[in-house]
T-cell receptor, first 113, second 113 residues
Framework: NAGVTQTPKFQVLKTGQSMTLQCAQD?????MYWYRQDPGMGLRLIYY???????DKGEVPNGYNVSRLNKREFSLRLESAAPSQTSVYFC????????????FGPGTRLLVL | QQQVKQSPQSLIVQKGGISIINCAYE??????FPWYQQFPGKGPALLIA?????SEKKEGRFTISFNKSAKQFSLHIMDSQPGDSATYFC????????????FGQGTILTVHP
């Protein structure tokens, strides 16, 4: 089992460009999450999907959109990238919500110039 | 607005010593408190977690102490080893809120041989 996979591993964008970060899990989990990690800020929840077909905003959703393509895949889209979106992005999944363990992917490092 | 505050930002400990990381929270509705461990270039991984009906939980060298009245919880690493060198995040969530975690700022732990 690969667990949670993310692509790409690293990306450089120019301001205004768009891109989609991909995430897939092979653990048959119901819930999936997108976080961003910035120095001194910890991880902050961008969007989450409690189950297939549902998505909802987290703490810092502005400038992002998500798609829960199916039970396995949850993508994050930046429509018009800004330097403030330079960060490391982590996808996570869990069997359900509540007190279930969240399993994180290896991250995507994004640099917006 | 940081609902979970973590300290210290960084910590240096000698091999065999005790590492202590503290967290304080504001939202009394939080009822799940996990700690995540992150090695460089990797995603966070669950280390240990506690519920507020328990004052202490121990797993091997790792112990969580929880003080509900003070709204504080801490991670103690006994007999710290160089392999424990990592970034540690405390987190909190409301178990009925689809697993939305609120993370602390993180503590970079370095254990010298």
């Amino acid at each position: 089992n690969a667990g949670v996979t993310q692509t790409p591993k690293f990306q450089v964008l120019k301001t205004g460009q768009s891109m989609t970060l991909q995430c897939a899990q092979d653990m048959n989990h119901n819930s999936m999450y997108w976080y961003r990690q910035d120095p001194g800020m910890g991880l902050r929840l961008i969007y989450y999907s409690a189950s297939e077909g549902t998505t909802d905003k987290g703490e810092v959703p502005n400038g992002y959109n998500v798609s829960r393509l199916n039970k396995r895949e949850f993508s994050l889209r930046l429509e018009s990238a800004a330097p403030s979106q330079t960060s490391v992005y982590f996808c996570a999944s869990s069997e359900g919500g509540g007190r279930e363990t969240q399993y994180f992917g290896p991250g995507t490092r994004l640099l917006v110039l | 607005q940081q609902q979970v505050k973590q300290s210290p930002q960084s910590l240096i400990v000698q091999k065999g010593g005790i590492s202590i990381i503290n967290c304080a929270y504001e939202n009394t509705a939080f009822d799940y408190f996990p700690w995540y461990q992150q090695f460089p270039g990797k995603g966070p991984a669950l280390l240990i977690a506690i519920r507020p009906d328990v004052s202490e939980k121990k797993e091997g060298r790792f112990t969580i102490s929880f003080n509900k009245s003070a709204k504080q919880f801490s991670l103690h690493i006994m007999d710290s080893q160089p392999g424990d060198s990592a970034t540690y995040f405390c987190a909190a969530s409301i178990s009925t809120s689809y697993g939305k975690l609120t993370f602390g700022q993180g503590t970079i732990l370095t254990v010298h041989p």
